[in-house]
């Protein structure tokens, strides 16, 4: 398949470009601000679909409106038109238009003057057309400082620079480009196209919050960096938020560190922490060292032995039972505390012993649930 593309250098456009890149089956053509429109036509030849992502939006000279969204966008409807004349060939168009294209002012009005021109194409030449009124895109690559308070306040807050919240309670509709790439991708593959009560194509999921909420959710992504607490990025908005304030991160705060202690025994670090589903750290022993010696009436861990040799002793708290298991750091196996069970760890190799474990709770230095007894 082959595409064209205009405004291919746009914050859509380059994520358009790079899922592109990803599949084999498709060729892209690119128009950019660099070409002029009379090459619209050839740049045509054997296109099997169009995404048309140029566009205007905060000009210096307000006639930019006119000659950057509605003069392209007629141009762009000539050359297709002139495919199906002459080629029989109905090339589909997808096109980014804008909420503001229902308001009254030149920038709605030049977004609008483009749909009707492409509204034309379709009466006139049966050619498809898929017309998305965009509210708020949010994702990697959206130029801050600009038009999205989503990547400003990414940007910044990863910096440490101030940030400008006017009214905190403004509601903001977002969708994530990820998903909206995901829908352009289905209509070129011939998926139905899903429309709106006013005939234009939909993205889903949209996300309703407002400007303080994205401003304080936001610097929660910054702050878990030092208090280890992460927030709930597996799915929904906060996933894409995260992603994307992760993707402003300049290549100097790529990493960080954390807290660790260090003693005779070797060192214990803790990497993340969670609201509900306990937390993460390692440690290490030297040889001969054993950790732990204690029991646990809820809390569980889960302990990998990521190199070493190690001896897991266990006893019952009431009958005395006794258990012991010997584990690798070569074979990845967890082996699981059980409440009510004390339990100790001793490096019985000649190498320094390193160890990953899960606690099912964070740590809290009130409630510790941790009693001493040698095993």
Known sequence: MKVLITGVNGFVGKNLQLHLAERKDVQVVCFTRSDDVAQLPAMLEGVDFVFHLAGVNRPQDPQEFVSGNVDLTQALCRAVGMVAESAGKRVPIVYTSSTQAGRDNPYGQSKRGAEDALLAVTHIHQVPVHIFRLPNVFGKWCKPNYNSAVATFCHNIARGLPIQVN?????????????????????????????????????????????????????????????????????????????????????????????????????????????????????????????????????????????????????????????????????????????????????????????????????????????????
């Open 167 to 375: 009214d905190p309670a403004a509601p903001v509709t977002l969708v994530y480009v990820d998903d909206v790439i995901d829908r352009f991708l289905q209509l070129m593959d011939g998926a139905d196209a899903a429309v709106d009560a006013g005939g234009f194509a939909t993205v889903a999921p949209k996300y309703t919050t407002t400007v303080g909420e994205l401003a304080r959710q936001i610097q929660a992504f910054k702050d878990s960096r030092d208090t280890l607490m992460t927030e709930r990025v597996g799915n929904g908005l906060v996933r894409a938020l995260y992603a994307t304030y992760v993707s402003y991160l300049p290549p100097e705060l790529f990493a960080y560190t954390v807290p660790q202690y260090g003693d005779s025994r070797g060192v214990f670090a803790e990497m993340l922490k969670t609201p509900d589903c306990g937390q993460f750290s390692y440690f290490t022993a030297h040889p001969g060292i054993t950790r732990g010696g204690h029991y646990h009436h809820s809390k569980t861990e889960k302990f990998l032995v990521i190199k070493g040799q190690a001896r897991f002793k266990f006893r019952h708290m009431q009958t005395g039972e006794a258990h012991e298991l010997l584990i690798s750091g070569t074979k990845a196996e967890v082996v699981e505390t059980v409440p009510g069970w004390t339990h100790d760890i001793t490096n019985i190799g000649s190498d320094e012993m390193v160890v990953m474990l899960w606690a099912n709770e964070v740590f809290d230095r009130a409630r510790p649930d941790t009693f001493t007894c040698a095993v």
